[in-house]
């Protein structure tokens, strides 16, 4: 059975030093449909229909990913010492008692969080959907939770939930929403599932007698109503459900019955990692561009802009507003959504540089979002780089190099062309198979058309000798009459 073996993965993998995400993923496209214990949507409807469900998503292109909790406050140091790695495993990296780290929750007033601004920072990158951890592998709820008391309501001193602020601000500046959570492993509730570290128990993976108990009461008494109440309480939201680290433990029988739920909700979105064998709508690479997307499937690379998710003070490796930018083109070009992370503080405040780069990616997609929104991929690729015929990557396949000259997208008469490096004189392309009657920069407001001779098989375009953007400066060359 295919779970089985990629479940068997997990555990092996766990305990080796450098772990990728890639290998728990389902990400190559089954010819043949799995048999699961109740049929999820993807099983019974139709193309038109999925095409109908999925169609904000694939126009949409850009979203924000919101990773948000009692890990804020930590923010990477432990006991005076700071903790490798995410700063949302804290509590897993650094064997932190289930009691200290609730201890967490009467310490959590952010009271800085104000979901109109975080909404208008999203809406002022350009992001057309924020997806927020409701409950992270940590257990805590950032949300009113009836059915288990670990919550940002019933537990600290800030009492409001964020899920519904963000909701209510979503509504009107008109932008989705969709939960982040994490199903299968939960290091505060009894019986939950816990990926390996450091010397836990080798079969439990737990590191306190507290966290001991059985699955299924973890499921049923916590996972599944949490997911009701945030499948029921925000009205038309979420739009998304995000699920993370399936394990061995999320059986398709146990999957099915988070499938049930998900049912009573037609125009839901779920990804690849709910487990149990369901391949939900989206695949999920996590913190890297797959060389060429995945044909056939829809997409979403989820990144980082520091190394971390949540958190941590002391992580100020940011990537520049370039990479950021040019990592979405990257993207579109393959056809993929970009899921772009922010992790406020403790007061719910979004750190300085993550808001400054959202800010400036938004100025540019102001002007040049024609070329990303409700675009097709490239007609071309070689752009996107070729793979090294001597150079292995981790798992010993041709390593991938890329390259950052251009890339292209495409939309019903038109090519776009993102140009990185500028050339000195004109573009060329040496394959173009279709007939292009003007070309011009969409920076230019005036679209003044540029010089361009075209042959059967190439096309010059010639350019003015400065880019209009040093980012990325968009060519359009336009098919229509
Ligand atoms: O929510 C973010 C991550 O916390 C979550 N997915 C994204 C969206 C995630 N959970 N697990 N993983 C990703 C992959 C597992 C990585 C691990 Fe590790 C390697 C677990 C143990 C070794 C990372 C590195 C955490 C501790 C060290």
Redesign the pocket.
């Known amino acids: 059975m295919k779970l089985a073996h990629r479940s068997i993965a997990i555990v092996v993998l ?1 305990a080796a030093v ?2 990728s ?1 890639a290998q ?1 993923e389902g990400s190559k496209p089954e010819a043949q449909r799995v048999h699961h214990p109740i049929p999820a949507i993807q099983d019974t409807e139709t193309t038109a229909q999925h095409y109908a469900r999925m169609q904000w998503w694939r126009e949409a292109r850009f979203g924000m ?1 919101i ?1 948000w909790g009692l890990y804020s406050i930590p923010a990477g140091t432990w006991d005076g010492k700071q903790i ?3 700063g ?2 804290i509590m ?2 650094a064997s932190i008692p289930v009691a200290d780290y609730k201890a967490l929750a009467a310490r959590f007033n952010p009271t800085s969080f104000r979901a109109h601004d975080i909404v208008s920072l999203a809406k002022s990158a350009g992001m057309k959907y924020i997806v927020i ?1 409701a409950k ?2 940590d257990g805590f709820a950032m949300f009113d939770s009836k059915a288990n008391a670990f919550n940002i309501v019933a537990s600290t001193p800030f009492k409001r939930d964020p899920l519904r602020e963000l909701a209510e601000e979503c509504r009107k500046q008109d932008i989705k929403l969709g939960f ?1 959570y ?1 199903q299968d ?1 939960d290091w505060t509730a009894p019986g939950a599932s816990a ?3 450091a010397n836990h128990d080798p079969i439990t993976h737990h590191w306190d007698k507290a966290q001991d108990g059985a699955f299924d009461t973890y499921l049923h008494t916590k996972a599944i109503p949490q997911i009701k109440e945030l499948l029921t309480n925000y009205g038309e939201f979420p739009v998304v459900v ?1 699920f ?2 399936p394990t061995a433990n999320m059986t398709p029988e146990r999957a099915a019955e988070i499938v049930t739920l998900l049912k009573q909700h037609p125009n839901l979105i779920w990804n690849n990692r709910l487990g149990g064998t369901y391949k939900g709508d989206t695949e ?1 690479p ?1 913190q890297y561009i797959p060389p060429h997307g995945f044909p056939g499937r829809d997409w979403e690379a ?1 990144m980082t802009m520091n190394d971390t ?2 958190y941590k003070s002391y992580d100020t490796n940011f990537k520049s507003t370039e990479t950021l930018l040019r990592n979405l083109i990257d993207i579109a070009s393959k056809g993929g959504n970009y899921l772009l ?1 922010i992790g406020p503080d403790s007061t719910g405040v979004v750190p300085a540089p993550e808001a400054e780069r959202l800010r400036q990616m938004g100025q540019w997609l102001a002007v040049n979002g024609e070329a990303i929104y409700n675009t097709k991929p490239t007609l071309f690729g070689p752009e996107a780089g070729e793979f090294s015929a001597t150079e292995k990557d981790k798992s010993g396949n041709p390593k991938f190099i890329p390259s950052w000259k251009w890339r292209s997208t495409t939309a019903a008469e038109k090519i776009y062309i993102e140009i990185f490096n500028w050339p000195s004189g004109s573009f060329h392309i040496d394959t173009l198979p279709r007939k292009v009657n003007s070309a011009y920069l969409l920076a230019d407001s005036a679209h003044t058309p540029l010089k361009m001779s075209q042959t059967a098989d190439h096309i010059d375009v010639q350019l003015p000798a400065k880019a209009l953007d040093p980012i990325a400066t968009v060519l359009v060359l336009n098919m229509s009459k």
């Open positions: 766990s450098s772990f995400y728990l990913f990773h490798p790695d995410i949302e495993w897993n990296d951890t992270h592998h982040y994490s492993q990926i390996q570290r995000w993370d680290t999920t996590e989820c998710w949540g992370n």
